[in-house]
């Protein structure tokens, strides 16, 4: 089944939730008018109960009620609806007086007396809605008679009938208004999303640079807009840099590549001796070897730069470790005349390997980079929750303005630092990498000509 359009929803949802509120709101106006009229119709009965009191106790005899009934006369002339009857409180006559239209005996004689003005609704066999206020009164003469004043009702529910029929009746033209001003006002407040849409609809990996507009947003769409926003700029660097990473890549590997294959062609362009064969295998090797170390630097990146990737951790002496990866780089120190120098101490919660990957990167790149004969310094520090490790060594430095990017893949600061020396290009951004799933990070900081160090920043356990 089709899902149906949202601005339909939500306008079929405003106006069914309009029309409840309309019929709500007409049952509580029947409620209210009826009310209002109830309340009219006893204040009215009131007000001319009390003249036909005032009536009886002053002016009228028993006798006289049916030759001299003038006061009582004039209270219900002029109303079609009331009708007045006095009944005596004894014997089984029937009323002593009856003026108006005339009411049903029987149903009369069941309405009690009492010496307080009461009313009671009733309905005749005509179905006739009636209100009758009785009361006990004394006569001048002082017999004591029921007064019954009724008032017919029937106009009153006529007009709240016609007053429902014709709510009823405008309902679903009130209905359709709603429901099309709702769809409007969705369809204005969709304008947006469908902005949206059409950006989403644009956006590629060839083309990552449309943004979302902030300007005029709801508070709610504008938080969307900005996250979406922020993940187009993460995709747009992520797409860079994976098309600078296969550039460089490519470049990287197409040197060693086309080494190997200009060699073997020279060679086998002619007979040669076996001396040079052998002398062209061992420079093979070489490239061989250098193209084994990029790709399996390659490997290593992509295993710790998996975001899901949960590294066994466990206490760690980085003193320790520090010693141990020195004593790796004893032969290639000396040679130069550097003395590794290691003061301090500090434990941490790592992988150990990759701890000493990392170290080993730095420590390699410091003994490459650092003149004959002047020492190499190895910290370990702890500063607050942070335990740090560098790596010191002075140098010819690097300029500041290569130092943000010293951890890209495959960047090299300057043509003293190149593929000539032995690297892959892949070092520190491995080291960084490292530090990344570890919750750490890999500090810098150089001057040109003087002390260059490079820090591992740990959180301490």
């Known amino acids: 089944m089709k899902p149906a359009r949202l601005s ?30 109830d309340s009219r119709a006893r204040k009215s009965l009131t007000a001319k109960m009390a003249q036909i009191e005032h009536g009886l106790n002053i002016d009228l005899k028993s006798g006289d009620l049916q030759t001299s009934a003038h006061p009582l006369l004039d209270v219900v002339m002029g109303h079609d609806n009331l009708s007045l009857s006095v009944i005596a409180l004894t014997g089984r006559h029937s009323a002593l007086l009856t003026l108006g239209p005339g009411l049903e005996a029987e149903a009369l004689l069941q309405i009690p007396g009492s010496p307080e003005l009461a009313f009671q609704q009733w309905r005749d066999s005509d179905d006739n809605h009636l209100l009758t206020a009785s009361r006990l009164m004394r006569l001048q003469d002082g017999t004591d008679v029921r007064v019954l004043l009724t008032v017919n009702l029937a106009d009153d529910h006529s007009l709240l009938q016609a007053y429902l029929r014709s709510t009823l009746l405008a309902l679903p033209l009130l209905v359709l208004l709603i429901g099309f001003g ?3 006002l969705v369809q204005r ?6 902005r949206f849409s059409q950006i989403a609809g644009q956006v590629s990996a060839q083309q990552l640079a449309l943004r979302l507009p902030l300007d005029d947003l709801p508070l709610e769409l504008k938080e969307l807009a900005h996250a979406m926003n922020v993940m187009l ?3 747009d660097g992520g797409v860079q840099q994976l098309s600078q990473f296969s550039d460089d890549l490519a470049h990287e590997l197409r040197t060693p590549i086309g080494n190997l294959m200009g060699k073997a062609q020279v060679t ?5 001796p076996v001396e040079q064969y052998k002398e062209v295998l061992e420079a093979s090797i070489e490239e061989l070897t250098r193209l084994n170390r990029i790709i399996n630097d390659m490997l290593f990146l992509a295993q710790v730069s998996q975001p899901h990737a949960q590294l066994p951790l466990k206490p760690v002496n ?7 990866v020195s004593e790796l780089f004893e032969f290639s120190s000396e040679q130069k005349d550097i003395s ?12 150990r390997l990759m701890v000493q990957r990392a170290l080993s990167n730095l420590l390699s790149n410091a003994i490459r980079h650092s003149p004959e004969g002047l020492p190499i310094d190895i910290a370990v520090e702890r500063c607050g929750d942070e335990v740090r490790l560098s790596v010191e060594n002075q140098g010819p430095g690097i300029e500041q303005a290569h ?10 600061a300057g043509s003293g630092r190149s593929r000539l020396e032995g690297g892959t290009g892949l070092g520190l951004a491995i080291v960084k990498s490292i530090m990344q799933v570890h919750g750490g990070r890999v500090e810098v900081s150089s001057e040109v000509n003087g002390l260059t160090r490079f820090s591992l920043v740990f959180q301490g356990s």
Do not use: N, Q
């Not at 086998?268 to 040669?272: H, I, K, T, V």
């Open 403 to 412: 130092l943000p990017h010293l951890f890209e893949r495959f960047y090299r």
């Open 268 to 272: 086998l362009s002619r007979e040669r």
């Open 233 to 235: 700029d993460r995709l």
């Open 8 to 37: 339909l929803r939500l306008g079929l949802s405003v106006s069914l939730m309009g029309a409840a509120l309309v019929l709500l709101m007409a049952c509580l106006a029947v409620l209210a008018l009826d009310h209002e009229l």
């Open 318 to 324: 980085l003193a320790d470790e520090a010693k141990r």
């Open 340 to 351: 590794l120098r290691l003061h301090g101490w500090g434990s941490i919660m790592a992988d």
């Open 189 to 194: 407040g969709l304008t947006p999303l469908r």
């Open 182 to 184: 709702a769809w409007k």
